[in-house]
Structure formats: structure tokens, C-alpha cells
Nanobody
Framework: QVQLVESGGGLVQAGDSLRLSCSVS????????MAWFRQAPGKVRDYVAH????????HYVDSVKGRFTISRDNAKNTVYLQMNSLKPEDTAVYYC????????????WGQGTQVTVSS
């Protein structure tokens, strides 16, 4: 059974940085495409970024480009989301997700970690 466990959320001020981590077990991590999503209060869950199974390709939603960086360490079975220049509108529960690289949908999800950015 695939398990994804996020950590690193918290309460910060606008302009601060946070790094989220997601540890994966139960599957060959290096074969998984990994992504981060987020869900703000009263809103649907939105895509933030993803990284290919090799780590050679990344993609971001426009609102975080230049501020967030997704990366992975296949030796540690962990994916990261470095978030810089945080804004109050980044406040959300952040979810880690995984899929086999040939799948179109994300099949595996973490429990989420809260990020709150005060103004």
C-alpha cells in the first residue's frame, strides 16, 4: 500500500519561506510522477506543481512560478516544495500526490499539511 506523509507546514508571515516534504513508502518512488496540490478554505483543490519520475521535468501553476520550486530525492523517497516569498493567498492545506508515470490521474494522496500565511 502506498503511503504519502507530508510535513513542514506552519504559520508564517508574508514574504517568509517554508519547505514542505512528502515521504513516500510502499512503491518504487523513482517510478512515480509526484505533485503538490492545495486547497484553500471554501475552494476546490488546485494543482500547484509536478515533477517527472526522473526529476528532469517540472511544471508550475502560473501563480507560483518564480516563487515555488519542486524537487525530489529518489534516494530518500521524498519530494519537496520550497516556497519562497509567501503571500496570504498561498494559505491552504497542501497535499502531496503520486501517480505511475503512465497514468493520467493521481492515484495516491497524502493527508495534507496546513500552510497559513499572515499579512
Amino acid at each position: 500500500q502506498v503511503q504519502l506523509v507530508e510535513s513542514g507546514g506552519g504559520l508564517v508571515q508574508a514574504g517568509d519561506s517554508l519547505r514542505l516534504s512528502c515521504s513516500v513508502s510502499g512503491r518504487t518512488f523513482s517510478s512515480l510522477t509526484m505533485a503538490w496540490f492545495r486547497q484553500a478554505p471554501g475552494k476546490v483543490r488546485d494543482y500547484v506543481a509536478h515533477i517527472s519520475w526522473t526529476g528532469s521535468s517540472t511544471h508550475y501553476v502560473d501563480s507560483v512560478k518564480g516563487r515555488f520550486t519542486i524537487s525530489r530525492d529518489n534516494a530518500k523517497n521524498t519530494v519537496y516544495l520550497q516556497m519562497n516569498s509567501l503571500k496570504p493567498e498561498d494559505t491552504a492545506v497542501y497535499y502531496c500526490a503520486a501517480k505511475d508515470r503512465w497514468r493520467s490521474e493521481y492515484d495516491y494522496w497524502g493527508q495534507g499539511t496546513q500552510v497559513t500565511v499572515s499579512s
